[in-house]
């Protein structure tokens, strides 16, 4: 063999150079495309998967502190109310009513209780039934236990049992504190599930000595409803422990409590049979020292069962008192699955495209090469998040195909970020309708503790607020203020010649006539006590007041109710105590009610149902 030949048999072809060009180039492209796609992928699922832990765990925050604030709320308007002697704690029956209207406000609110200093105890429950235990002095050292009706009364004798308020863990707690305080976490009897109590003291307004605590049960299991209803993903756990490692709720259907020799007691994380909650929280407690040092959010990244997890852990400081721990946690497996199938397919479809170019060799070489690096193009595109789509089709069968496949992943990805999108949209929904639903409550409540419930107008406690500021307002405007204070003549004698629902019904009239008497929004009028109204004027001259006072004087002449036993007229008659003054720093409101008051005193000893003006003294 002669030189010539030997070095016509070394050399490589042409179509062999191409070829190998043409499988080195995709080689590379189908690597670079595979890579990128891959850690992309990595860094979207890190970065969706915080964002999604942050998120359902603020919901979460958001949700428990909306479930607890609902309780205090009742419990620091009872104190209100009874600390401004609206809600008598002697009469057992008038708070077996306030607690019965309160239940039906909602059902989070279905036990509400009060023990007294003397041991007399009150309890309006809802669950299963309505019902009412009651110990006072007659049934001591018993309480006394009766089925209610659908108005609140008792109907059935259901039984008796020993009790004492005053040993209990929950007035005791709230007695040495002498504040708000909330029960360790309990077991209820039947069903055996978690509970929580909140109680408070309740004093004497005028002694300032504890008369008794009130405090409400609260289960916990609907916050493990609530986290049943989270949309986390398709493995991922939240959770709720205290501080000491008890489980408090869970996203799982998995109980709280187990059975032992000694009955029923709560879990401990290292007792739960989840093992993706156990391993979390055992990495948390090694990673932070143990859980009290978890005082902020906290996200982490650790890894169980051979994949990533990313953990949000927070701590709950909405409520003093509660030391719980909100954790998150998702895999990142519910995520990079969908991510591998594609990188897969791609590198699928890379490799087919890389076997038709050896069979297609320098033929179709510039073909090939400038479809796959269109094709390249998109993909990197579509790595990066962009959804686009190849338009222009080739001209070669099996790179038409790879071209089909591209546009059905991106129709694919597009999809999956629209469906992101709704769940988002549908989480916002929801939120808001949860705070309307709170906004709702508020405003009864707002309601129930500024109105009077018997006459429908201010009470005491929204007068003394408003003559408040509008003395101060009076002070900064440098206006006059006048306040009126009406009382029914011989009031006690109409109530004991026509007894107590006519003398209710005698004061809704009145306070409907003194009400209408006023024509300005600005204008309060209010049950000052009893048979006892007050009307406050402000930027009000002592001409125009006595024009107030004389008209709602024959504003309740004019109902004609009538009253036999009355000394001024045969139909019931107010008289008015008029002040009239313009408030500077050196006076208060206290000496415009003093100023009434004494000038309502002498319209009563002036012969009644007529008004006299305090600075002038002038009677009709």
């Not at 409400?216 to 299991?221: A, G, S």
């Not at 991922?236 to 187990?258: C, D, H, P, Q, W």
């Not at 003559?467 to 900064?476: A, D, G, H, N, T």
């Amino acid at each position: 063999m002669n030189r010539a030949t030997r070095a016509f048999n070394t050399n490589l072809s042409i179509r062999q150079i191409l070829i190998a060009s043409l499988i080195f180039q995709v080689g590379v492209v189908v690597g670079l495309t595979g890579y990128f796609s891959w850690k992309n992928g990595q860094k979207t699922v890190e970065a969706l998967a915080l964002r999604l832990s942050r998120e359902v765990t603020s919901h979460t925050q958001q949700h428990v502190a909306d479930y607890l604030n609902i309780p205090l709320t009742f419990l620091k308007i009872n104190q209100i109310l009874a600390e401004s002697n609206r809600l008598n704690l002697d009469d057992l029956q008038d708070l077996q009513d306030v607690f019965w209207q309160q239940a039906q406000i909602t059902p989070q609110i279905n036990t509400l209780f009060f023990g007294s200093e003397t041991g007399d105890f009150i309890e309006i429950e809802m669950k299963d039934f309505p019902k009412v235990a009651m110990r006072n002095s007659s049934t001591a050292p018993y309480w006394q236990l009766y089925r209610l009706d659908e108005q609140g009364q008792k109907t059935t004798f259901l039984g008796q049992q020993k009790y004492d308020p005053r040993q209990r863990p929950w007035y005791q707690a709230a007695i040495s504190q002498d504040s708000l305080v909330w029960s360790p976490i309990y077991l209820f009897a039947d069903p055996p599930v978690l509970g929580i109590t909140p109680a408070i003291t309740l004093k004497d307004r005028q002694t300032q000595k504890i008369k008794g605590v009130m405090a409400i049960d609260l289960t916990l299991d609907e916050i493990s409803k609530f986290l049943t209803t989270l949309k986390i993903s398709d493995s991922g756990r939240a959770f709720i422990i205290e501080k000491s490692g008890k489980m408090v709720a869970t996203s799982t259907n998995n109980s709280l409590v187990r059975r032992n020799t000694w009955g029923n007691e709560r879990l401990h994380y290292s007792d739960s049979s989840d093992p993706l909650i156990k391993a979390t929280a055992d990495f948390l407690q090694l990673e932070f020292n143990n859980f009290q040092q978890i005082n902020s959010p906290q996200q982490v990244i650790f890894k169980f069962d051979h994949s990533r997890h990313f953990v949000q852990a927070t701590s709950l400081d909405s409520h003093s008192g509660l030391d719980w721990l909100i954790v998150t946690v998702i895999p990142e497996s519910d995520f990079i699955e969908y991510i591998r199938n594609n990188t897969y397919t791609t590198l699928l479809l890379s490799v087919l495209a890389l076997i038709l170019a050896i069979f297609l060799g320098a033929i179709a070489n510039q073909w090939i090469i400038k479809s796959v690096t269109y094709i390249s193009h998109v993909a990197k595109a579509i790595s990066s998040e962009q959804i686009l789509t190849i338009e222009q089709q080739s001209k070669i069968k099996e790179l038409a195909i790879l071209t089909e496949s591209f546009n059905f992943m991106a129709i694919k990805l597009q999809t999956s970020a629209q469906n992101i999108e709704n769940l988002e949209s549908r989480w916002e929904e929801k939120v808001e309708e949860r705070t309307r639903n709170l906004e709702q409550v508020n405003q009864e409540l707002s309601r129930l503790a500024n109105v009077d419930s018997l006459t429908q107008i201010y009470n005491r406690y929204y007068f003394d607020l408003t003559l408040q500021k509008l003395w101060r307002e009076s002070i900064r405007e440098r206006t006059q203020i006048a306040l009126i204070l009406c009382d029914v003549d011989n009031f006690k004698l109409y109530n004991d010649t026509y007894g107590h629902p006519m003398g209710d019904q005698c004061l809704k009239k009145v306070a409907k006539a003194l009400n209408e008497s006023i024509n300005r929004d600005q204008d309060v009028t209010a049950r000052y006590g009893g048979e006892e109204f007050a009307i406050i004027l402000p930027r009000t001259s002592s001409e125009g007041a006595v024009q107030v006072a004389t008209r709602m004087m024959n504003a309740v002449s004019n109902l004609n109710i009538f009253h036999g036993t009355s000394n001024v007229e045969n139909y019931v008659t107010i008289s008015c105590g008029i002040a009239c003054f313009s408030p500077s720093p050196g006076l208060s409101s206290i000496n415009l009610i003093e100023s009434a008051d004494n000038a309502l005193y002498q319209a009563k000893q002036q012969g009644k149902n007529c008004w006299v003006m305090a600075e002038e003294n002038l009677a009709t």
